[in-house]
């Protein structure tokens, strides 16, 4: 479940971007290296070019839907394969035949996981 963040943290992650705190904090780690290592090349190339080196995520991986299909798939095969959310559509076939050819993984019963899905399909293949 996709969780909100506070109006202080908002205000907080703005202002942080705003000021470009980013840029003085690797200017100060960068700094500090170079006093360890002063024959260091690679951190006199990355003081000239100090850039915001985070990207903001476009597309989300798990929804909240997918979460609750791999949850179903790992409690009634013990398995999920990540494929099945593919976009290719060949991908993501051929991941839902390999999971239905699999074995579904025996478990001991107790009474409380009697009426799970993973327990039902292991008494209909009996």
């Not at 290592?37 to 798990?62: C, D, F, H, V």
């Not at 409380?112 to 993973?118: E, N, S």
Request: glycine letters at 2%; a positive charge; aromatic letters at 8%.
């Amino acid at each position: 479940m996709a969780k909100s963040s506070s109006k202080s943290k908002q205000a907080y992650y703005a202002q942080y971007k705003l000021t470009r705190r980013w840029e003085s904090n690797r200017k100060r780690k960068l700094l500090r290296t170079q006093k360890q290592q002063p024959n260091n090349k690679q951190i006199e190339l990355a003081l000239q070019s100090i850039g915001y080196r985070r990207k903001t995520p476009t597309t989300r991986m798990w929804s909240a839907q997918w979460v609750q299909t791999a949850m179903l798939f790992k409690r009634a095969q013990g398995r999920f394969d990540p494929q099945i959310m593919s976009n290719n559509q060949d991908a993501a076939k051929a991941a839902l035949n390999k999971a239905s050819l699999l074995p579904v993984k025996q478990k001991r019963v107790s009474e409380k996981d009697f009426f799970t899905i993973g327990t039902q399909l292991l008494h209909k293949q009996q």
